[in-house]
């Protein structure tokens, strides 16, 4: 494959999909030449702290190597005027974004965000429009902006595993609960593991859940919103 840097000079079609600004940080995403995706990063030179969310990207994107998520092809680093520029490259994947999930898209969510978490990577999004719909019907997850790496699972990774699924299903499920409870075991057939594993991601899941809505409770709002 070749590297982020030989990808962007030697592209001829660009095609910006969004821009945003977090706090210090212009992002930009490209579309390039129909095959990659390029992430682009502006952060002022002055600035001297600021998040590096193309080092987790990269490197869970790297643990995946395909099962389940886009290949990476590399980031690197550049200077244009006063800002410093971060690129980061990555394959492009044809496809439509989940709007909703359906009871027959259960055992492929389960297969794919088990096969994520089986090489301890949370994506830490699982909201629906984070899932694609690739042309030929099988599902990827596009969006590793937040993900995060552990270097082994343990207690600490089946933590943050549980607060994943408390996620999945507010925002991916959005709280239907005979989807969940359909998803619930297709998942850890596909995780595996003992049934304490099992039980403290489930108890994870739901503490989660409790605290979240124990949050909104005190700042007035809606539990559910």
Not at 162 to 167: I, S
Not at 197 to 206: F, N, W
């Amino acid at each position: 494959m070749p590297t982020a840097q030989d990808i962007l000079a030697a592209a001829q079609r660009w095609e910006l999909l969004r821009k945003r600004r977090a706090k210090e940080t212009l992002r930009s995403v490209f579309r390039v030449d129909g095959r990659y995706v390029a992430k682009k990063f502006e952060i002022p030179l002055d600035v001297r702290r600021y998040r590096r969310p193309w080092l987790a990207e990269d490197a869970c994107l790297r643990r995946l190597d395909g099962r389940g998520a886009p290949r990476t092809c590399g980031w690197f680093e550049e200077t244009e005027a006063d800002q410093r520029v971060v690129w980061l490259v990555k394959e492009f994947v044809a496809g439509a974004p989940v709007e909703t999930f359906a009871a027959t898209d259960l055992p492929a969510v389960a297969r794919l965000l088990a096969g994520v978490h089986a090489q301890a990577v949370m994506t830490d999004d699982a909201s629906a429009g984070n899932f694609l719909r690739t042309l030929d019907g099988d599902l990827q997850f596009l969006d590793f902006g937040r993900a995060k790496w552990f270097r082994r699972p343990g207690l600490g990774f089946d933590l943050h595993v549980g607060w994943e699924l408390a996620k999945l299903r507010r925002e991916g499920f959005r709280g239907d609960a005979p989807l969940w409870n359909a998803f619930v075991p297709l998942y850890f057939a596909a995780l595996g593991g003992s049934r304490l594993r099992r039980a403290r991601i489930l108890a994870a899941c739901s503490v989660s859940g409790a605290l979240r809505m124990a949050r909104k409770f005190c700042q007035g709002k809606s539990p559910r919103s």
